[in-house]
């Protein structure tokens, strides 16, 4: 019984993760719906089977938000806004995945403090994806303030080399 539940939510996909994954897989071509569906499938050999009742809807969001749009062939592309979006993901992505590089060579302490941020960073990660569509452009504003703050505060109020994009761009939390 025990083991049953262990399979359920050791194997199941982390809240947020298929909008990213929508936005990751519109950069390269356009899609189906189905066919976002079977290349998940496909993709996870099977381990994850994401349902209509699933990416229908979130596609729904994902075009109220302006991130995608349908073409007239019924297919799905990103916006200019919702590149930019899947951009702004990876940056993060490499720099949380330097981070924690430094971090996992530190021994035991850095794979204990690793993981812990790793926890926290996916908790934000869902309240924000669950909530973003719903807050006030204060409150989105006040968001990014505090996001920039604590990036500022993790470079001693400099930027770095971490901090730019590969064109050597400052990343602004935008």
Known sequence: MISEWFQRVGSSIPRGFSRYFILEL????????????????????GIWKPSPGLIYPLLGRLLDEKLIEETKDGRYQLTKQGLETAQDVDKINDIVKNQLEVLFRLGNVGRFVALDLLEKISSMGSILSSN???MTDDETQKYKKFLQDELDKMNGGKATKKDTDRKGKKIKIE
Do not use: C, R
Not at 26 to 45: C, F, P, R
């Open 26 to 45: 519109l950069k390269e071509k356009t899609y189906t719906g189905k066919e976002i569906i079977d290349y998940a499938v496909e993709q996870s050999n």
């Open 132 to 134: 973003l569509s719903n």
